[in-house]
Each structure stands twice: as C-alpha cells, then as structure tokens.
C-alpha cells in the first residue's frame, strides 16, 4: 500500500509500546518471547519495553547509565545476567522457571 493510501485510509504503522502499559502486559509479552528463546529477539522486546516505559526512567530505576542500556539492550549484545535481572526489576517484572510440559505417546 502506498503511502498516499494509508494517509487516506488513516492507517498507522503498529508500535507494540502503545500496548505495553502495565506489568501483566509486559509480562505477557516478554513470557512469548523468552518461549521461543532467541535472545536477539528479547533484547530487542525488552528495548520495545524500555521505549514504552521511557528509557531514562529505566536508567534511573534499574541503576544503569542510558548509554549502558542502549548498548546491552541492542541485538548482538551478550549482556550480563545481573544486567537483565536489574532491568526487568526496574520494568515490574522477573524471570521464574517454570515446568515444560512435555506429551508423551
């Protein structure tokens, strides 16, 4: 669709932020992510979370400069676990274990 259509139409580009208000939304969304286990993936949710949030909220909550967070939240980045654990902390949510449950036949 070009762009002179979606103007037309009202159409908006989808921003997964707008969504990501509350911690049960946010949990959810990182909960589908961690699921599928690409880390490039996650990185890039929590960042979408970030954004939603404000990044220097984040900053200041999780103890971590802007700069730090811009740079472990990008894909590639191979952060430290504490980095993670502070900011999910800082964002209202935590990682937990969970069972898989596996059918057998």
Do not use: C, W
């Not at 979408?48 to 990008?74: D, F, I, N």
């Amino acid at each position: 669709m070009n762009a002179n259509a979606t103007k037309q139409l009202e159409i908006t580009d989808f921003d997964v932020a707008d969504y990501l208000d509350n911690e049960e939304m946010i949990a959810t969304y990182l909960s589908e992510i961690l699921a599928d286990g690409d880390l490039d993936e996650l990185l890039e949710a929590i960042s979408e979370v970030a954004r939603a949030r404000g990044m220097s909220e984040l900053a200041k909550t999780s103890g971590l400069g802007r700069e730090s967070l811009y740079k472990a939240l990008r894909p590639g980045a191979a952060p430290r676990f504490e980095t993670l654990r502070k900011v999910l902390g800082a964002l209202g949510v935590n990682l937990q274990a969970v069972p898989i449950h596996r059918h057998t036949v």
